[in-house]
């Protein structure tokens, strides 16, 4: 009883029930007109007809009176088929004619009348229905002109008894439809709630059945279970940031708790004490460096949408170029910087774009050898501008290269290197803020990075 309430209750139910009764009110006002103008015109054909056939008698009584009309009636009368006649004197005595008595029926004003008489066919006597007109004859004649309308009766009988069989059969049909599309709604349905079920129990691996229809029902399981593994991935990755920040960590704090033990248990010294705590100040540094860093991602990831407004990129890589020139002397690395001729103009926020082309040039200093050559340039490639960072150092794999902009990151190579792993992923946050392209590609030798901005015309 429940399932057939929730069952009603359906909005796929309503929807057929809605649907039915447009469709049923619409069929009934289409087929009423036809059957209306359909019985109009029939009843105006047999009025015609014996409008007609009351003229000619009343022309043949004009030439011949009373005797002609009166053989005239009889011979008609004689005839097999639907036309009927009563011909009466002044005293009502049938003189001529087809019905055996005059009808008991009203007149209207122009003497047209609905009446049954009797019909005699073989032993049996039957009860037809007739239409017919009275007209009055000088000397108080009266004569009756009729036709039998018993098949139109019946037709008409039988056309409505069929509209009432149709209008059932399509009232009980639609309901079963409704019936049983809203019970493969529910089933469909009440699959993807318990589906939902399954994955707010924390069965993130759970995903929401599709029966490859097609229909939005399916397109709505596809968009969801895009959003789930949207969502799954999200959790790996917020796992994965959690190991690492644990790994990459606990390393630090232990060297802070360690050194600060050591100079604890040995003789008060000045000098020992002041270089622990030099120490433990670098350690601290890097450990909120680390966390900046962090912050700063996350904050990037959580934007909405980037900046609006235009900015020179070959302005901002003349400045990191500037910046970074004596980090690079003492690495004996030659930087340089490719004009780009024409100023390069994109949309974007110079603050971050700065920062992201800074952390490419830091990570491609870091890993090139002495007497190696870093490069930057910032130029027009059709409707984007692109900043581009390259050097010769070792590369990365091809198996790698995806995995470089990750958080703590480190590869094999890496190890030793100094550095959190989370620079190149501040990189990638500040491309995704601004709807950029990041590309990765071999330098023969080493790696070049590009980043693909939406490009403005400078005015």
Known sequence: MQGLKKLVRSTAFRLAIFYLLIFGCSSAVLLGFVFWRSASFTAEQIDQTISAE???????????????????????????????????????????????????????????????????????????????????????????????????????????????????????????????????????????????????????????????????????????????????SLMNAVRQVSDNIAHDLRTPLNRLRTRAEVTLMGEPDLASCKEALEKNLEEADALLGTFNALLDIARLEGSASGPRDPVNLGEIVADVADLYEPVAEDAQISLAVIPAGNPIVAVGDRRLLSQALANLVDNAIKYTEPGGRVWLSAERREKHAVLTVGDTGPGVPESDRDRIFDRFVRLDSDRGKPGNGLGLSLVRAVAVMHSAELRVEDGNPGLVVSMALTAVEHS
Request: positive net charge; proline residues 2%.
């Open 54 to 232: 009351v003229q000619g008698l009343h022309e043949r009584y004009r030439l011949l009176g009373i005797p002609g009309l009166t053989q005239v009636v009889n011979e008609r009368s004689r005839r097999q088929g639907q036309s009927l006649y009563h011909l009466i004197n002044r005293q009502g005595r049938r003189i001529a004619g087809n019905v055996d008595s005059w009808p008991k029926s009203e007149t209207s004003n122009q003497g047209w009348m609905d009446f049954n008489y009797k019909h005699q066919v073989g032993d049996v006597i039957e009860t037809r229905r007739a239409r017919g007109r009275e007209i009055e004859i000088a000397g108080g004649y009266r004569l009756l002109v009729g036709r039998d309308v018993q098949q139109r009766v019946e037709l008409v009988e039988l056309i409505q008894s069929a509209f009432w069989w149709a209008g059932f059969g399509i009232l009980a049909l639609g309901l079963l439809g409704g019936l049983f599309i809203g019970r493969q709604m529910l089933r469909r349905i009440d699959s993807m709630a318990a589906a939902s079920a399954h994955i707010m129990a924390g069965h993130l691996t759970h995903r929401v059945p599709q029966d490859g229809s097609g229909d939005e029902l399916d397109r709505l399981a596809v968009s969801l279970n895009a959003m789930l593994d949207r969502i799954e």
